[in-house]
Structures are given as C-alpha cells and as structure tokens.
C-alpha cells in the first residue's frame, strides 16, 4: 500500500489573475444572461438545472472546480467550509422543482464562493490597488455636512 499525500499546489499562477478567471467562471455560471424587460440575471446554472434530476449535478462541476482553486490558493478551512455549504445548498434546493429552479435564480452560490475566496485573497495578500486594507483613524479628517456660516 502506498501512502498518498496531498498538498496545496501553487503553479507560480498569480492569485488575483486565478481569481478573476474564477469570478468568469462564476459569473456564467449564475448571472451571464438578463431576462429581457427585467433585472434578474441568470447564468448556465439555472438554465442547465431546468433538466430534471441531471441539471443540478452536472452544475455542480464547476463549483468543486472553484472550491478546489481555493484550496489550492490556501484558503482556510473555514472559508472552505462556507464554500461547500453554498454549493451544498444551491445543489439541494436545486434538486426540487420549480422551487429549486426558482431558487437558483437568487441564490448564486458560485458568485458568492468566488467573493468568499476574494475576501481572504485581499485579507492576506492586500488589494489589487496597492491601498492598505485597514484605515488609520488618524488619518481621517473629520468632516460636516452641514455648511459652515459666512
């Protein structure tokens, strides 16, 4: 018997390109088409759900795609966790119709992982903009909103 040991893997990618190449795909997947004459978006997640029992599992691929990315960025096990419990839901709900159908629609779980993954990539690497990600209070003038008199 052999012992297997897996480690996070980093491929010298950058994290904020893998990223936005993470949002792509979760941005297909949950909102890449408006309903005309509406706000509501939808992506191939929803349309790809309305195929009773198989929809839902096959949209399932590219959310362990982005999960798995994560890992391999070394997102914590907490943030982890979160991932799989939206995917999780989406993936349930999903399962019922209409109800899931409808539900897609609002819930979005893979927009919502790759903010999940952004939040951490920003906490631990700083921001794409080089801004500090905390503010010095010291910093900040004070300012009113009401106008000064002449």
């Not at 996070?8 to 890449?32: H, I, N, P, Q």
């Not at 399932?60 to 799989?84: C, E, K, Y």
Request: hydrophobic content about 45%; proline content about 6%; charged content about 20%.
């Amino acid at each position: 018997m052999t012992d297997t040991t897996y480690t996070r893997r980093y491929d010298g990618v950058d994290d904020l390109a893998r990223l936005a190449k993470l949002e792509r795909m979760a941005s297909l997947m949950d909102s890449a088409l408006r309903i005309p004459g509406t706000r509501i978006r939808v992506g191939l997640d929803s349309i790809v759900g309305l195929v009773p029992g198989i929809g839902d599992t096959l949209a399932l691929a590219p959310s362990a795609w982005i999960i798995g990315s994560a890992w391999n960025m070394g997102a914590p096990n907490h943030v982890l966790g979160r991932m799989a419990v939206n995917s999780g839901i989406d993936w349930v709900i999903g399962t019922i119709p209409l109800l899931g159908d409808l539900f897609d629609v609002g819930f979005k779980a893979n927009l919502r992982n790759v903010a999940l993954l952004r939040e951490h990539v920003e906490k631990t690497k700083g921001r794409p903009d080089g801004r500090p990600l905390t503010v010095d209070a010291s910093a900040v003038q004070p300012t009113s909103s009401i106008p000064a008199k002449k």
